[in-house]
């Protein structure tokens, strides 16, 4: 079936460093990738998607390249701020069947 | 426009008791789908409803279910309720349903809490 396996948190990093959160997953056919966000309070947002392979998603400084090759969808981000402090999910969408989502990570920036 | 609204946002019940939660999807979404989130074991997928029909169904017990109505609002109900349903339930929206590739819009999610 399904699955996407992400990197277990907490992840802590001070304001204006590199991120990365590793994502990678087993499917069928060709899934299309997505990043969520959930902020203190909220609901999921999605961040980013991309739907085909070496194809790029970004928003917001956020990136994540679709690779085929390792089944891999990492998600970076240059500068971090405090703001950015979330949990993020990564997702896959594949055939007739609903989102799967890895476990989330946490992500606390401090300043 | 007005985004995916849950009510209530908490809730405190005690084990055999029985819940009610409430969804109301973003105008024009004729989707809502329910998601269970614990920190052990993720979101999971409970169930989706479209346009009033139960079309997808997640792998949990019988206890678990829900509806849609004529305008798209949807309920969830918890039966028998037991220490491990305590989690965060989101509810989603979208347009085309969970099968096709389109965004789903989630609520801010009911707290629900078992003692």
């Known amino acids: 079936g399904n699955s996407v396996t992400q990197m277990e948190g907490p992840v802590t990093l001070s304001e204006e460093a590199f991120l990365t959160i590793n994502c990678t997953y087993t499917?069928?056919?060709?899934?299309?990738l997505f990043w969520y966000v959930q902020y203190p309070g909220e609901g999921l947002q999605l961040l980013l998607k991309?739907?085909?392979?070496?194809d790029k998603g970004s928003n917001k400084g956020f990136e994540a390249t679709y690779r085929k090759e390792t089944t891999s969808f990492h998600l970076e981000k240059g500068s971090v701020q405090v703001s950015d402090s979330a949990v993020y999910f990564c997702?896959?969408?594949?055939?007739?069947?609903?989102?799967?989502f890895g476990k989330g990570t946490r992500l606390s920036v401090i300043a | 426009k007005a985004g995916v609204t849950q009510t209530p946002r908490y809730l405190i019940k005690t084990r055999g008791q029985q819940v009610t939660l409430s969804c109301s999807p973003i105008?024009?979404?004729?989707?809502v789908s329910w998601y269970q989130q614990t920190p052990g074991q993720g979101l999971q997928f409970l169930f989706e409803?479209?346009?009033?029909?139960?079309?997808n169904k997640g792998n949990f017990p019988g206890r678990f279910s829900g509806r849609q109505f004529s305008n798209s609002r949807s309920e969830m109900n918890v039966s028998t309720l037991e220490l491990g349903d305590s989690a965060l339930y989101l509810c989603?929206?979208?347009?085309?349903?969970?099968?096709?590739?389109?965004?789903?819009?989630f609520g801010p999610g009911t707290r629900l809490t078992v003692l």
């Open positions: 989603a929206s979208s347009f085309a349903g969970v099968r096709e590739l389109n965004e789903q819009f």
């Open positions: 499917a069928t056919g060709y899934p299309s």
């Open positions: 991309a739907t085909k392979a070496d």
């Open positions: 997702a896959l969408h594949s055939g007739n069947t609903p989102l799967v």
């Open positions: 105008s024009g979404h004729r989707s």
């Open positions: 409803y479209f346009s009033e029909t139960q079309r």
